[in-house]
């Protein structure tokens, strides 16, 4: 059979085949498109992954497949650097003496209370006035027993003067006069009790009021106007000694331990964006069994944003040392420790276990472990292991404050 009579047979189906030929033509066309792209995309995806790869390592290369070159990796000398220890802590802020004020003479009823919760005061200022009417009527009797007294020691002495100018005469006899005598005596000696108990009462006056015992800050009134106050009464008046207050600061007893009396302190109280300068003057015998933490005693000069009972924190210098300062990037932990990645004369990694000690704004000091002469893996650790070959870059940053 021809061709001729091929399609003859066909008939009126040679369009529809034309057509069907045509589609499946379309059809690869679009696939063969379709796996151009999805190859690109793949391509891209690869090129993005590697770099992203690079920049989380900082720059430094991973660790490098069977046959490739050593990666480059940053590394640093830290030396030695003096670092002062800085002690963080929170306490309660407290009068540095505080001076209970209390009744000194027999109390009565108060009649005027002249200071406040917070004003200043000299040592001797009247706290508080205590009526004393009935102490007043009680002195001006004890005045007239004065002048009573002196009145017979005078009438006693007149009489012993015309009795020694009669005994030369024969009038009176010698006993007599000795009696006058002991009388005269005895009037003089009045003068002198009733003198004694006016001085007495006056003193005894004088301590009704309720005064400072010391210059100071007022930092409690318990007393009102009309209160009657007496010697076994709640304290009318607490003070704080030259206004000087302190902070209680709580330390862990290992810290205490390394903390030195005349250290100084940064102190922030709450509420107040202001810090005071303090010096440790005191550090308590005694550690609290609960927490296991004692107090540190800052002493801090009187200002008005200081107040007692208020909460603070404080940074309190402690121990200084000489040790190797590592960014926090050098130094990994795991179950075994701290530990950093040395490279030796042969750029080979090797691992070595540190201790951390303080950390500061420069870094943290590593007290145990270093000598600081070594090269220490700066970035990039996570990716190599103990043996690995590197090409060690020496960092000329602010980190390695050794390289010029």
Wanted: glycine share 12%.
């Amino acid at each position: 059979m021809n061709y001729e009579t091929t399609m003859a047979d066909l008939g009126g189906t040679h369009d529809t085949f034309v057509e069907q030929i045509e589609l499946d033509d379309g059809y690869r066309a679009r696939r063969r498109r379709i796996y151009v792209v999805v190859a690109i995309a793949a391509v891209l995806l690869a090129a993005a992954a590697y770099l992203m790869l690079r920049g989380a390592g900082g720059g430094d290369a991973l660790a490098p497949s069977a046959g490739s070159a050593p990666p480059t990796v940053t590394v640093i000398e830290p030396g030695r650097t003096t670092v002062t220890g800085i002690i963080n802590a929170t306490g309660s802020l407290a009068a540095r003496h505080q001076v209970p004020v209390g009744v000194v003479g027999e109390g009565g009823r108060v009649v005027a209370v002249p200071v406040e919760v917070g004003d200043w005061v000299n040592k001797g200022q009247v706290l508080a006035v205590v009526d004393r009417s009935v102490q007043a009527q009680q002195t001006s009797g004890i005045a007239a027993q004065i002048q009573v007294a002196k009145a017979n020691a005078e009438l006693a002495q007149a009489n012993l003067d015309r009795g020694l100018k009669l005994v030369d005469r024969g009038f009176i006899s010698k006993a007599q006069i000795d009696q006058l005598t002991a009388s005269r005596d005895a009037a003089v000696a009045q003068v002198n009790v009733a003198e004694a108990s006016y001085r007495e009462r006056l003193a005894r006056n004088a301590q009704l009021n309720i005064v400072a015992p010391v210059g100071g800050l007022i930092l409690q009134r318990n007393v009102e106007v009309g209160q009657v106050v007496s010697p076994g009464s709640q304290a009318p008046f607490t003070m704080a000694e030259g206004g000087q207050m302190e902070l209680l600061a709580k330390v862990g007893e290992g810290d205490l331990a390394s903390i030195s009396v005349g250290a100084t302190a940064k102190v922030s109280p709450v509420g107040t964006d202001r810090t005071f300068v303090g010096q440790i003057w005191k550090k308590e015998p005694t550690i609290d069994p609960s927490d296991r933490q004692g107090t540190a005693r800052i002493a801090l000069p009187y200002d008005p944003a200081i107040h007692p009972g208020g909460f603070a924190s404080a940074e309190i210098a402690g121990a200084t040392v000489v040790a190797p300062l590592l960014p926090e990037s050098a130094i990994m932990s795991d179950e075994k420790g701290s530990f950093v990645y040395v490279v030796d004369s042969r750029n080979k990694v090797g691992r070595r276990d540190v201790k951390t000690g303080t950390v500061t704004d420069q870094g943290t000091a590593v007290v145990a472990g270093l000598t600081g002469n070594e090269r220490i893996v700066a970035r990039a650790g996570g990716f190599l292991n103990p043996g690995d070959k590197v090409r060690p870059v020496l960092s000329k940053g602010p980190e390695n404050p050794n390289t010029p």
